[in-house]
């Protein structure tokens, strides 16, 4: 039996989504962004994926949640971000960290807080890149998240701690 798992963080492409998930790109994107049209090459949303239980974790606008979903594999439409290693007792503390965010509600005034910076934080709803740079954060998974505030972090802005091309590469 293996010792290690593997997780990755992985981001969904903006270009690829429906209307919902084009504005989170749009609202989060860099301001210059915004009217240049980049906005269009960046993230719309993020996932931790599990390869070997072919599911993923993360909140979702569309079902208002925090949730796992079944992903038999990261097709086109995503780019691995990060790959990590763990070993066995990590990766079921991680396990069950999602399952006990599981079910909690979606932070649509933390995404707001993005351009209206009054937003208070609320511990009870995650959007997310909140709860996916939360979980890795908290398990010490990428020393580049050590300082970082998990409610502050887009898609976009938490690709680009972990080190991934953004705008780069696809526009």
């Not at 990590?84 to 079921?92: I, P, Q, R």
């Not at 933390?110 to 709860?131: D, L, M």
């Amino acid at each position: 039996m293996q010792n290690t798992r593997k997780i990755q963080l992985i981001f969904r492409k903006a270009d690829s989504v429906k209307f919902v998930g084009k504005a989170i790109a749009w609202w989060t994107a860099p301001f210059l962004y915004k009217f240049s049209g980049k906005w269009k090459c960046g993230f719309s949303h993020c996932e931790i994926y599990f390869p070997s239980e072919k599911r993923m974790f993360s909140a979702s606008s569309y079902e208002n949640r925090v949730r796992w979903k079944q992903k038999l594999h990261v097709g086109e439409n995503w780019v691995v971000g990060e790959t990590y290693t763990v070993d066995k007792e990590t990766y079921y503390k991680i396990v069950a960290e999602c399952d006990s965010l599981v079910g909690a509600k979606y932070d649509y005034a933390g995404v707001a807080g993005f351009v209206w910076s009054e937003v208070k934080q609320n511990s009870s709803k995650w959007f997310c890149s909140e709860v996916c740079a939360h979980i890795i954060k908290k398990h010490k998974l990428d020393g580049r998240l050590a300082d970082a505030v998990p409610s502050k972090l887009s898609p976009v802005s938490l690709a680009l701690r972990v080190g991934v091309e953004v705008y780069k590469k696809r526009c």
